[in-house]
């Protein structure tokens, strides 16, 4: 097993646990005396073992919220985890998406220090600067496919989430509703504004985003059919998405009982799948497919 392999289950099976019991003695032997917890603010920093060990015995509210994780051995000395906090939109005066993303470093099994971030970008600009700044062994020295590696590891892709312009976010939450989706988080981009201006849906660990008049195009065409002999796949000005399900069958009469739009019906595809299409009302077409 590689060194990032046992950083991965350390904090996986160790500082997770110790959090979720409120019981740091099975991770203090891994924390370093001068190890340094930076939370979302300058001001909220655990500055050594006994400060993080306080912090894991008092726990917070928060925790009891997670509805996922995702952790990710970055290379021998970083480990990335995020935390889905779904309709958490505030956290020590912090605004947030409902995520929150840590970035553990450690040397020889044991943490050293963990830097806490709002969003997946941050902590990836993060990771990409502490990767660049790390000397490879000795013993690594000249080998061609440490560089090779740590390049990739820097370009690494966690996860790809689309973002859908609507013209009304609560809508638009009622609408994945009836498509079996559920409302991830809101959230206004002013205190003044009483309807949220960002959002999400989720399923199955799935998500998609919102964004109320901006970010990509929105428009429902004129047509009632988006394939075959008199559909129109270019008038719906909306994100066309392929998303893949078990049974399209069944989603497909889950819609029509629901009385979505439908403007394909479920077909046998020359390209070896089943699907049918379902229009949101701002002009996005969600292409509901199965493999054959």
């Not at 740091?24 to 340094?36: E, K, R, S, T």
Request: with cysteine; hydrophobic share 40%; proline share 5%.
């Amino acid at each position: 097993m590689t060194r990032s392999n046992d950083n991965l289950e350390l904090i996986l099976f160790g500082w997770l646990d110790a959090l979720r019991r409120r019981d740091p003695a099975p991770i203090v032997p891994h924390l370093a005396d001068d190890i340094v917890w930076q939370g979302l603010r300058s001001d909220l920093v655990c500055p050594n073992r006994d400060a993080v060990v306080d912090n894991i015995r008092s726990g917070g509210q928060h925790r009891r919220r997670v509805s996922s994780l995702e952790v990710t051995g970055v290379d021998d000395q970083h480990v990335l985890l995020a935390v889905r906090l779904p309709g958490v939109t505030e956290l020590y005066g912090e605004t947030i998406a409902g995520d929150i993303f840590s970035v553990f470093k450690l040397r020889d099994g044991v943490i050293v220090r963990i830097d806490e971030f709002k969003t997946r970008d941050e902590a990836l600009h993060a990771l990409a600067t502490a990767t660049a700044l790390h000397e490879p062994d000795q013993s690594d020295r000249g080998d061609p496919s440490i560089n090779a590696r740590v390049a990739v590891q820097r370009a690494m892709v966690e996860r790809v989430v689309p973002i859908l312009n609507v013209s009304d976010i609560a809508e638009s939450f009622a609408w994945f509703e009836k498509l079996g989706w559920r409302k991830g988080f809101e959230w206004n981009p002013t205190a003044s504004e009483v309807d949220p201006g960002f959002g999400s849906v989720e399923s199955d660990g799935a998500e998609i985003f919102l964004c109320r008049g901006g970010q990509g195009g929105r428009g429902r065409g004129p047509n009632a059919l988006t394939f075959g002999a008199d559909g129109d796949e270019t008038a719906d000005q909306g994100a066309w998405m392929a998303i893949w399900v078990d049974d399209v069958d069944a989603f497909y009469e889950r819609c029509v009982t629901e009385g979505l739009d439908i403007t394909h019906p479920p077909s046998d595809e020359p390209w070896g799948v089943r699907e049918f299409h379902v229009r949101h009302p701002d002009g996005h077409v969600l292409r509901i497919s199965q493999a054959r």
